[in-house]
């Protein structure tokens, strides 16, 4: 467990990197990417050639005898919603972290996006029960502690069941939000909850996965245990088929997981531990303006 003087030194320097992120590398790109969600009237101007004549005040212009446009600015004002994943798989990590410090590096870039844009962010952490909810707000303080309890969230529960998590925000959330869905996903009953979460918000999967969540290596008889349900077996990885079994158990869930989000209209990204999450986050900013 960190200590205060340690929270409050990974905080700052979450900050600093976050802002510095969000100036240099996602400017205009996290704006143009979640769009608002519609026109606001602005004020009225003399008419113009090009403009709408849909858009004419017949009202304002009889007055003055001369036609006049209403003019609109795009709503801005977003609320962001951070579904966190806190199970004890998160905890596992074999190249420079664990999938938790990645899952609390992009929450907290994504968390200072929103308020550099003036957007509203909230988080809702899960394992398989709802360990605590975030309301959205604005404000650096705000984000602050939502960073502050990234870093220290201790899960009651060590499961995942994505639907329980999915479940609370369809019911919770009442304003079409941007949500950001991180995990590894490991759970296989939860595209009902996709599926209404998706007809109402914009959803973006994130899923975090650790390369021995992809390749076992070859390192003889080894007794592995299940972080979740505490199950123990003995694993031979140096049997070739053993290791391919595996390496295809690992691929065929990533695929179920992206034809659920396909199915439910939404988006899914994966990063790994040790890998540049910037480039995959500015690849989907960047695709989303095209």
Known sequence: MLTTAEIIKKVRELEIKSKKLTRHLFTGEYHSAFKGRGMLFKEVREYQPGDDIRFID?????????PFSKVFEEERELSVMLLVDVSASSLFGTTHARKKDLITEVAAVMAFSAISNNDKVGVLFFSDVIEKFIPPKKGRDHVLYIVRELLTAEPKNKGTRLGNALQRLNNTVRQSSIVFLLSDFLDNDFEDGLKVAGKKHD????????????????????????????????????????????????????????????????????????????????????????
């Open 58 to 66: 017949w009202n304002v212009s009889a007055r003055f005898n001369h």
């Open 203 to 290: 959803v973006i999967g994130i899923k975090v996965y650790d390369k021995m969540d992809m390749q076992l290596p070859e390192a003889g008889l080894i007794e592995i245990e299940d972080a979740e349900n505490g199950a123990r077996s003995w694993v031979d990885t140096s049997d070739y088929l053993v290791r391919q079994q595996y390496e295809a158990a690992f691929f065929n869930h990533t695929n179920y997981c992206k034809n659920i989000f396909v199915r439910a209209g939404c988006e899914l990204l994966h990063i790994r531990t040790g890998e540049d999450y910037v480039k995959v986050l500015q690849k989907f900013f960047v695709g989303r303006n095209r």
